[in-house]
């Protein structure tokens, strides 16, 4: 991406105003005049806009009256659409009206007129003749003031595809977790009850947390990840915020709630006894939250033999999967990823790259292309040539980037899936 979301500052009005003007008489810009938007913003009209290179090149504004909305101007400049900036506007104006307790999203727009296809994209439902793009969102006011205070996210569903490669993991939360949860009535026809809790676990690196977030966005549904530092850090014990944290979160229509490094939190009671609090509350409070339907909670952790046996017990955890490191197909998707922005060379083989990666996680592929990115940075400003990432930046980069996963480790990932894995 090569343009940023944010909202309209002061200093950007000047530029703002420069983009509409340029856009007057273009047949496909919506009609409005530039006093109106002055007068729109000095009123407190929400403007997101988009910045490329250090020049305004999108905005979208509305006006909110309760919880409606109008969306009432979408401008880009010519040379910048096509490139994904209406939908990323509307993306932004949504996430800020929906903090402002906004329920519906209205747009009126000419057949044609920019901003269209981008209101489609977002799932904005069109009415007939002069188009009315409407959109309700998904949480109560009341809700998102709840999600704000345990510093909740609503995520895109763009996370999903963005996770690369590691077809077999997608594959399996989307049958077992995202398909009950988007269907429960066809769920309910044949007796499948949808999982309310889930656990993640393998080495560190392997994208356990990149999966939680991309789940909550795929569902469309908030996420809210609890950190065991934060939570004992308030006025309580940890068992006494966590028990907190689950009866109000649990009260949403919606929620994904997330836990890392969950072994801290509920390890095994004979070999921690300081634990025992939290472990007790933990086997109370599961299954009341899992009462409730519409709920998920997502814990993850690196060393799953160290969790308490009576937390994962069926009753507690529906589901305990395994999230290995990725394999070669999933490495060359990582990799492809990776290099696709770059200025390269022709013969650059992701393929090649990712059987020179055994032991790879994301993170480790993501480090190597940017290895290889700084060498040619560096050897572009050293004598003047063309920035070009070579394929022996690639290869070398490779070879200084150490695996995360030694072998020693992937044969004790193997041993743990026989052995805990319940899907």
């Known amino acids: 991406m090569d343009y940023q979301i ?17 856009l007057r008489g273009i047949s496909d810009s919506a009609p409005m005049e530039i006093a109106q938007f002055i007068t729109d913003v000095n009123d407190g009209a929400v403007v997101i806009v988009a910045l490329a290179k250090g020049s305004l090149v999108g905005l979208v504004s509305a ?3 309760g919880d409606r909305a109008w969306t ?18 509307a993306r932004g104006i949504e996430s800020r009206l929906l903090h402002l307790g906004v329920r519906k999203i209205s747009a009126l727009l000419g057949p044609g007129e920019v901003g ?24 109560e006011p009341g809700d998102v003031r709840t999600i704000d205070k345990w510093g909740g996210q609503i995520l895109d569903g763009e996370l999903w595809d963005q996770a690369a490669g590691m077809e077999r993991e997608k594959s399996l939360l989307d049958q077992r977790i995202v398909a009950p949860l988007s269907d429960p009535n066809l769920a309910a026809q044949i007796g ?15 994208g356990k947390t990149t999966f939680a977030r991309a789940l909550a966005g795929r569902l469309g549904w908030p996420f809210v990840e609890l950190l065991p530092s934060k939570l004992a850090s308030g ?3 940890l068992a006494n915020e966590l028990r907190e944290a689950l009866i109000e979160l649990g009260k949403l229509d919606h929620v994904v709630i997330f836990i890392d490094e969950f072994d801290e939190i509920a390890p095994a009671r004979e070999f921690r006894p300081s634990s025992a609090g939290v472990v007790n509350e933990l086997l109370k409070s599961i299954p009341e939250f899992r009462r409730r ?8 952790t690196n060393f799953v033999e160290s969790i308490d046996p009576a937390v994962l017990r069926p009753g507690r955890f529906d589901l305990l999967i395994g999230i290995g490191p990725p394999d070669q197909t999933a490495l060359t998707a990582l990799w492809q990823q990776a290099v696709a922005p770059m200025n390269k060379e022709s013969d650059v083989d992701p393929a090649q790259l990712a059987a ?11 480090l190597a292309a940017q290895r290889a990115a700084a060498a040619a940075f560096s050897r572009s400003c050293a004598d003047g040539s063309t920035a070009l990432v070579m394929v022996e930046d690639l290869q070398t980069a490779t070879r200084r980037t150490r695996a995360s996963i030694t072998p020693t480790m992937l044969e004790a990932f193997t041993d743990e899936v026989s052995r805990f894995e319940r899907v």
């Open 293 to 300: 339907p519409g709920r998920l909670l997502i814990c993850a």
């Open 356 to 366: 020179e990666s055994h032991g790879f996680t994301p993170g480790d592929v993501d």
């Open 192 to 206: 499948l009850r949808p999982p309310a809790t889930a656990l993640l676990f393998g080495p560190p690196g392997t």
């Open 235 to 237: 006025e309580g014990t």
């Open 6 to 22: 944010c909202d309209l500052s002061p200093s950007d009005v000047g530029a703002a105003v420069q983009l509409l003007e340029s």
């Open 72 to 89: 009432q101007l979408v401008a880009i400049a010519p040379d910048w659409r096509r490139r994904g900036i209406g939908s990323a506007l």
């Open 116 to 139: 269209e296809q981008a209101l489609l994209n977002r799932g904005f439902t069109p009415t007939v003749g002069m188009v009315l793009y409407e959109k309700s969102l998904s949480i």
């Open 63 to 65: 006006r909110v009256a």
